[in-house]
């Protein structure tokens, strides 16, 4: 308590923590556009136009990518909203979420070279399997943190707790089913994680923003 009877303000022992993150962030959407490639050589007289239009599948892989991880950096800017302290554990699991994250323009690129191709499955498998992965991170650090309250402002809203926590549930299984359906469909597994990007952005339907909004 304060001498003036209120409640002392916490401090806040995150900076680091966010300073590093968003420096990850950064460097990993940068590098997503270096997979996208000036047409040189065009055999059979095709036009530029043509070209450029045949590089479709790197334009959706870029998108999505860049959307996906537009959005984690949302969300994790959220989380440390609610999160103030810092120990071991969450360094440790927030260094394992920054790994994906920097590990997203491999399969990005991966998948813009395959999806036209027989491999292309495989391809799509490895563009899913690490967005459910970080997914799942996701979900860890803020249960760890979250958990008994264990790293959250003092201040924190329960309800708001339980609702950002519910919500980040519906991440793994969600980005789950996009990698079953890579094997069915790549097109329709590459748009399932856009669509999925698309609705974490959306305030109706984020539970961070949402509460942020209020």
Do not use: C
């Not at 813009?112 to 799509?124: H, L, N, S, W």
């Not at 790549?186 to 698309?198: R, T």
């Amino acid at each position: 308590m304060s001498n003036g009877g209120t409640p002392a303000v916490e401090i806040k022992e995150t900076g680091r923590v966010e300073a590093f993150s968003d420096g990850v962030f950064a460097v990993a959407i940068t590098l997503l556009a270096l997979d996208l490639r000036v047409p040189h050589d065009m055999p059979d007289g095709r036009s530029l136009a043509h070209a450029l239009l045949a590089q479709w599948p790197g334009y959706l892989a870029f998108v999505t990518s860049f959307a996906t991880i537009g959005i984690m950096w949302i969300n994790h800017h959220r989380l440390f909203t609610h999160i103030r302290r810092t120990d071991n554990t969450l360094l440790v699991l927030n260094g394992l979420l920054l790994l994906g994250v920097t590990f997203v323009p491999f399969p990005t690129a991966l998948v813009a070279e395959y999806i036209p191709r027989p491999a292309g499955t495989v391809a799509a498998v490895v563009f899913s399997g690490t967005y459910t992965v970080l997914a799942v991170m996701f979900n860890l650090l803020w249960r760890y943190s979250s958990g008994k309250s264990r790293l959250l402002d003092h201040r924190a809203d329960p309800r708001a707790i339980e609702a950002i926590t519910r919500g980040y549930a519906l991440g793994p299984p969600a980005y789950f089913l996009s990698f079953v359906l890579a094997f069915v469909s790549v097109a329709a597994s590459v748009a399932m994680n856009l669509l999925l990007a698309i609705y974490w952005a959306l305030p109706s339907q984020n539970p961070l923003i949402k509460q942020k909004a209020r």
